[in-house]
């Protein structure tokens, strides 16, 4: 009986150790996974983007150009804004948008073209304090006038504008912005496509 009770006793003791020694694996396994792990770095949605097609605009603006066929144009419907005044906007890549701004300068074209060209280097000029970086492009439209191009680099929500004129009646800016929180380099890709839609805009462009 004796014997009997002591087998037990060890069967018991035997079953607490390994108990003990499978407890202390699992808790130094868990501790060991836990040091080694490292957040996963934050992802970036996937963006899809079309083709780069174009359409042209419609013959009832004193101006030209071709513009994505994944764009839309509305009104600018802003209370300062003038007849001609658009937005060219992107439903399928976000808030991106194109902003198109026109003045008509035969009524005085020496003081209405300077005021203007004043009026875009101010405006560009708004983004310095967030741009990284600022580059002046010169172009030819399909007239062969000549167009100044303002590019900025940085967390911004500008990326590119230009100006141009025939320097006696039309003058029109346009500007890309980029109405989002995301972070740029998410938008990348984005960024880049609309840049590719303002140059076809540019060597498109021409006045009626």
């Known amino acids: 009986m004796n014997f009997q009770r002591a087998k037990v006793k060890v069967s018991i003791a035997i079953f607490a150790l390994f108990s003990l020694i499978a407890l202390t694996f699992w808790w130094w396994k868990s501790q060991d996974e836990q040091d080694s792990f490292a957040p996963k770095p934050k992802g970036y949605n996937r963006i899809l983007l079309p083709r780069n097609e174009y359409r042209p605009l419609p013959d ?5 150009f071709e513009y994505s066929k994944e764009a839309i144009i509305r009104p600018d419907s802003s209370y300062f804004a003038e007849p001609y005044w658009i937005h060219i906007i992107y439903p399928k890549l976000g808030k991106s948008e194109i902003q198109i701004t026109y003045k ?16 875009s280097h101010r405006l560009a000029s708004k983004h310095l304090y967030r741009a990284e970086s600022l580059k002046y492009y010169e172009y030819k439209n399909a007239q062969n006038l000549p167009v100044l191009a303002i590019g ?34 998410s938008l990348a890709p984005v960024i880049d496509f609309v840049k590719k839609d303002m140059l076809r805009m540019i060597a498109t462009q021409k006045f009626k």
């Open 152 to 185: 900025f680099e940085g967390e911004i929500p500008s990326h590119l504008q230009f100006y141009t004129t025939d320097s006696v009646k039309h003058f029109l800016r346009a500007a890309i912005y980029f109405r989002t929180a995301n972070d740029n380099d």
């Open 60 to 64: 009832s603006f004193p101006y030209f």
């Open 104 to 119: 008509n300068i035969s009524d005085n074209p020496r003081k209405k073209l300077a005021e203007l060209i004043d009026d």
